[in-house]
């Protein structure tokens, strides 16, 4: 393992990609170190992904996951092998002792539904439970955290008008006090018309993910 070489990620969200979910996937993607799932795909989907790829997978839920029921009898709450990052400010260790620091935060704007939907309110509060943390990485290590990882887009980049697509202003401040590498996030697909193209905050990239991305961080 080349320890200086950038760490490879691939990303998913919103849609499964039939070249993830068949064998092609280790010659496509057998080079990455982490997975990363912003939300809204079938748990048996990352799990493969998972299994063939024998990675680390971080995710956070989006605001359509729900619990799965099994051939066997149980209900699954969560993809199992993978790394809930929802509400938590976690340290990934890769192969070659490297490793990636994610701050995730899944849902979506509440817009009447019941699970993993929140008002702008309850997400501050949420991010103000790790935001010392943060604080005291970033003091430490020069930022927060490497990535940080959503359903939802930053309000004014690559959001909707309407209450269900809107964005949140709390991830903005995340932006500012945690410099994260990227923001990746998912939740607005292509077909809605939003400008989705890549941007920069305080030296942070936010990407929107519909399907597949892959992108480098710096070892």
């Known amino acids: 393992m080349d320890e200086t070489r950038p760490v490879r990620i691939l990303v998913l969200s919103d849609r499964v990609d039939d070249s993830v979910y068949s064998s092609a996937v280790v010659d496509k993607f057998g080079d990455v170190d982490l997975v990363i799932a912003c ?4 748990f048996p989907y990352l799990e493969y992904v998972l299994t063939m790829l024998n990675v680390p997978l971080a995710y956070v839920p989006g605001n359509h996951d729900r619990p799965t029921h099994t051939s066997d009898g149980r209900t699954v709450q969560f993809p199992e092998g993978a790394i809930n990052v929802d509400g938590r400010v976690v340290t990934v260790r890769l192969a070659g002792e490297r490793c990636v620091t994610i701050v995730g935060f899944g849902g979506s704007m509440a817009y009447g539904g019941r699970r993993h939907q929140y008002t702008e309110s309850a997400m501050r509060g949420r991010a ?4 010392p943390r943060l604080l005291w990485r ?3 290590r020069g930022r ?3 990535l940080l990882v959503t359903h939802a887009p930053p309000q004014g980049i690559h959001d909707g008008q309407d209450r269900c697509h809107s964005g949140f202003r709390t991830f903005l401040t995340l932006i500012r006090w945690a410099r994260p590498l990227y923001h990746l996030h998912g939740h ?8 989705i193209v890549p941007r920069r905050l305080n030296g942070t990239e936010i990407r929107n993910v519909y399907g ?6 710096e070892a």
């Open 128 to 131: 103000l439970r790790v935001l």
């Open 39 to 42: 939300g809204d795909l079938p």
């Open 212 to 217: 597949t991305d892959v992108i480098e961080v």
């Open 144 to 146: 927060g955290a490497d």
């Open 188 to 195: 607005i697909h292509p077909s809605y018309g939003i400008d």
């Open 138 to 140: 970033r003091w430490a």
